[in-house]
């Protein structure tokens, strides 16, 4: 019968540990980008809504943003999908863009450029 050595996945075996951090920095580095594509996304889909001017409120309800528009007629659909949305519901100048689980993200990100 031979002998073996059971670890804990992630529990450090003599000579096998990683550098503090290291995946700390690359977690954060992963974010950071996938954060950066999605001020890219914010900055289209404003330009989508009829710009900053024309956006009265944004919030984010599951995967959606939900928003208020002053000038429906200013709202680019077609602009709205090619910057990734899934879909778009108007009603008056309530304006509905369906983009998904990173519709908190993206309602965060559209404030900050408001």
Known sequence: MTS???????SDVKGQSEPSGAHGSAGWSQAHSQR??????AEKIIAGLGGAGNIVEVEA?????RTEVKDASL????????????????AGTAVQ??????????????????
Do not use: F, Q, Y
């Open 36 to 41: 950066g594509h999605a001020m890219s996304k």
């Open 4 to 10: 073996s050595v059971w670890t804990a996945p992630g």
């Open 97 to 114: 863009v369906i983009v998904g689980p990173e519709a908190d993200t993206l309602a965060e990100d559209i404030e900050d450029l408001l």
């Open 75 to 90: 709202v680019n659909e077609g602009a709205l999908k090619a910057a990734g949305a899934h879909g778009v519901l108007a």
């Open 61 to 65: 309800c599951i995967t959606r943003l």
